[in-house]
């Protein structure tokens, strides 16, 4: 039975930083590519982060740049999503999803498995 599971969300102020885990079961990591996407109240759900399976190739969105870091650790089935600097406008829940296909990027469709989402508050 395959599964991501998302943790590491909370409060933390403007300013400050989490690290979002997403463990992955039922699947070798190795062949999936890893998106995190995140949804606020009212809002359609955008992509963040990207990691590839062939040469661990990582894309942002533009709003994440240089404040999130993506990372793939597959012998312990776990990708990573260091995010520093928040802003209250990154609150939302935060999802993990795994895709087969090559260069999904933050096409939503062609992401196979979805985790339950995590969330994650910046305020003061």
């Known amino acids: 039975q395959w599964q991501l599971v998302e943790s590491g969300g909370g409060l933390v102020q403007p300013g400050g930083s989490l690290r979002l885990s997403c463990a992955v079961s039922?699947?070798?990591?190795?062949?999936?590519?890893i998106g995190w996407f995140r949804q606020a109240p009212g809002k359609e759900r955008e992509g963040v982060a990207y990691?590839?399976?062939?040469?661990?190739?990582?894309y942002y969105a533009d709003s994440v740049k240089g404040r999130f870091t993506i990372s793939r650790d597959n012998a312990k089935n776990t990708v990573y999503l260091q995010m520093n600097s928040l802003k209250p406008e990154d609150t939302a829940t935060y999802y993990c999803?795994?895709?087969?296909?090559?260069?999904?990027?933050?096409?939503?469709?062609?992401?196979?498995?979805w985790g339950q989402g995590t969330q994650v508050t910046v305020s003061s």
């Open positions: 990691i590839n399976n062939n040469d661990d190739t990582t």
């Open positions: 039922g699947f070798t990591l190795d062949y999936y590519s």
């Open positions: 999803a795994a895709s087969g296909h090559y260069g999904s990027y933050f096409h939503v469709d062609e992401y196979e498995y």
